[in-house]
């Protein structure tokens, strides 16, 4: 194979024909692949397996572990590069089997700068790109240092956004990173701490624990597999907030020209890109005990993030964290330009609906905005969806049995990250209509889209 030109390879002059030359990993790549290796290795050998055989044997099966990861990590490596071509990033990778994926950059929905512990130790980072159909993350390019991350995915947004390549950009290692643009909000951590107390979690866990307790001190059991059992489901039920909050530890919110930039994160920061005009719907979240502070969560949804992530916490999609209403409606103007959020229309379903939701019959609802399609919905925890004419893919109607006696019909639209909005249980006359509103809206306003 061919040496790779670049930064961490050898010297060379341009290629023949002009074509950018491939750019090689950070040489500490492997290094950060084989320490991850050594807490997998570890964790699946376990304690049982030291009881056994040893420390010295345990010792020496951990090393032939890990020896064995490094090396093939330096061999993949070795064997991976990246380089634009036009407008298609090309990723070579691959020993035995070599495999050469071509993304085209019109697809991309978001770029995301990653830092793990590990890499903000050794001044590296991770990108990930988000492209149209995608199942998964596509080329996650692991690792590369600060410097270069940014101007590559400055260098790949540039590109996806025009008709021709943008030219080279390379950052120095010493200069100054490139601004960040206009600063939208920045959470106060004060307020994300306060809000995960504010949990059904918080607040039950006290109870849990009474529970637990009490259970043990009456049955007087307290052996060590119904302790670690309990201890680990506690563990599930504590840590899900715990995460919340180093995930979204700092979280800050700018806009650059046509893109939203988040910061956010505490032991693995992120620093995520997404186009403006790739959001496909808004929503809006008020949980039960955040209500009595007045405050409201913000997601929105690109496409492929939501098929591609099962993981809550590692969907790219967070808009505001917490914040009041003036900010929430602040945020929205900005990302769905002149869509007031404390404005919106949303009537509710006929009263007969009342047979299929006695309770929360008044606090569903839908509507259509001069710029979005509105849908409300929950109970205890109250949403908001919005979602822009020109993202939406297709309207359906559909009508479930009782529903076809009480002659109501849900009107779903849906858009390319998969979610969508649906008006739930309207009457079945206004449920046609509205259909036939959404589609010659949508047309219309892909229309206008096309010729700007």
Same mark, same amino acid.
């Given at each position: 194979?061919?040496?790779?030109?670049?930064?961490?390879?050898?010297?060379?002059?341009?290629?023949?024909?002009?074509?950018?030359?491939?750019?090689?990993?950070?040489?500490?790549?492997?290094?950060?692949?084989?320490?991850?290796?050594?807490?997998?290795?570890?964790?699946?050998?376990?304690?049982?397996?030291?009881?056994?055989?040893?420390?010295?044997?345990?010792?020496?099966?951990?090393?032939?572990?890990?020896?064995?990861?490094?090396?093939?990590?330096?061999?993949?490596?070795?064997?991976?590069?990246?380089?634009?071509?036009?407008?298609?990033?090309?990723?070579?990778?691959?020993?035995?089997?070599?495999?050469?994926?071509?993304?085209?950059?019109?697809?991309?929905?978001?770029?995301?700068?990653?830092?793990?512990?590990?890499?903000?130790?050794?001044?590296?980072?991770?990108?990930?790109?988000?492209?149209?159909?995608?199942?998964?993350?596509?080329?996650?390019?692991?690792?590369?240092?600060?410097?270069?991350?940014?101007?590559?995915?400055?260098?790949?947004?540039?590109?996806?956004?025009?008709?021709?390549?943008?030219?080279?950009?390379?950052?120095?290692?010493?200069?100054?990173?490139?601004?960040?643009?206009?600063?939208?909000?920045?959470?106060?951590?004060?307020?994300?701490?306060?809000?995960?107390?504010?949990?059904?979690?918080?607040?039950?866990?006290?109870?849990?624990?009474?529970?637990?307790?009490?259970?043990?001190?009456?049955?007087?059991?307290?052996?060590?597999?119904?302790?670690?059992?309990?201890?680990?489901?506690?563990?599930?039920?504590?840590?899900?907030?715990?995460?919340?909050?180093?995930?979204?530890?700092?979280?800050?919110?700018?806009?650059?020209?046509?893109?939203?930039?988040?910061?956010? !994160? *505490? @032991?693995?920061?992120?620093?995520?890109? $997404? %186009?403006?005009? +790739?959001? #496909?719907? /808004? =929503?809006? &979240?008020?949980?039960?005990?955040?209500?009595?502070?007045?405050?409201?969560?913000?997601?929105?949804?690109?496409?492929?993030?939501?098929?591609?992530?099962?993981?809550?916490?590692?969907?790219?999609?967070?808009?505001?964290?917490?914040?009041?209403?003036?900010?929430?409606?602040?945020?929205?103007?900005?990302?769905?330009?002149?869509?007031?959020?404390?404005?919106?229309?949303?009537?509710?379903?006929?009263?007969?609906?009342?047979?299929?939701?006695?309770?929360?019959?008044?606090?569903?609802?839908?509507?259509?905005?001069?710029?979005?399609?509105?849908?409300?919905? !929950? *109970? @205890?925890?109250?949403?908001?969806?919005? $979602? %822009?004419?020109? +993202?939406? #893919?297709? /309207? =359906?109607? &559909?009508?479930?049995?009782?529903?076809?006696?009480?002659?109501?019909?849900?009107?779903?639209?849906?858009?390319?990250?998969?979610?969508?909005?649906?008006?739930?249980?309207?009457?079945?006359?206004?449920?046609?209509?509205?259909?036939?509103?959404?589609?010659?809206?949508?047309?219309?306003?892909?229309?206008?889209?096309?010729?700007?």
């Amino acid at each position: 194979m061919p040496p790779y030109p670049g930064p961490w390879g050898p010297a060379a002059g341009p290629p023949a024909g002009g074509e950018e030359p491939r750019q090689r990993l950070h040489p500490l790549s492997p290094a950060l692949h084989g320490a991850k290796s050594l807490v997998v290795v570890i964790a699946g050998l376990s304690w049982s397996t030291l009881s056994r055989v040893g420390f010295g044997w345990f010792a020496a099966l951990v090393t032939v572990f890990v020896l064995g990861a490094t090396v093939l990590s330096v061999v993949s490596w070795w064997n991976t590069g990246y380089h634009l071509v036009g407008r298609e990033l090309r990723v070579y990778e691959g020993l035995l089997w070599r495999r050469t994926r071509a993304i085209p950059l019109e697809r991309l929905q978001a770029v995301e700068v990653v830092r793990p512990l590990l890499a903000q130790l050794t001044g590296l980072a991770e990108l990930r790109l988000e492209v149209v159909g995608g199942g998964k993350t596509e080329a996650p390019l692991a690792y590369l240092s600060v410097a270069e991350a940014t101007a590559l995915r400055q260098r790949l947004l540039a590109v996806a956004g025009r008709s021709a390549p943008a030219p080279v950009a390379v950052a120095e290692p010493g200069a100054p990173p490139a601004p960040e643009g206009r600063r939208l909000h920045a959470v106060r951590n004060q307020d994300l701490l306060i809000s995960q107390l504010l949990t059904p979690q918080a607040f039950l866990l006290p109870l849990g624990l009474v529970f637990v307790g009490a259970q043990f001190l009456s049955e007087g059991s307290w052996s060590f597999i119904a302790v670690a059992s309990t201890l680990t489901a506690m563990a599930g039920v504590v840590l899900q907030p715990i995460r919340r909050v180093l995930d979204d530890w700092s979280f800050r919110l700018d806009r650059d020209d046509g893109t939203l930039r988040v910061h956010n !994160g *505490l @032991l693995e920061t992120r620093m995520q890109t $997404v %186009p403006l005009h +790739r959001v #496909q719907t /808004v =929503r809006a &979240t008020w949980p039960l005990l955040w209500r009595m502070k007045g405050w409201l969560r913000l997601r929105l949804e690109v496409a492929g993030y939501s098929a591609g992530e099962p993981d809550d916490r590692n969907r790219p999609d967070r808009l505001l964290p917490v914040g009041d209403a003036g900010t929430g409606a602040m945020v929205v103007a900005e990302v769905l330009p002149g869509v007031r959020l404390d404005a919106l229309p949303a009537t509710p379903p006929p009263s007969r609906a009342r047979w299929l939701r006695p309770l929360s019959r008044k606090v569903v609802g839908a509507g259509l905005d001069e710029q979005v399609f509105v849908a409300r919905s !929950g *109970l @205890l925890t109250r949403q908001l969806t919005l $979602v %822009p004419y020109a +993202r939406i #893919q297709s /309207v =359906r109607v &559909t009508r479930g049995p009782v529903q076809r006696l009480l002659r109501l019909a849900t009107v779903h639209a849906d858009t390319a990250g998969g979610a969508g909005a649906a008006a739930v249980d309207r009457d079945l006359a206004d449920a046609w209509e509205l259909a036939a509103e959404l589609t010659e809206r949508s047309r219309t306003a892909r229309r206008t889209d096309s010729d700007r």
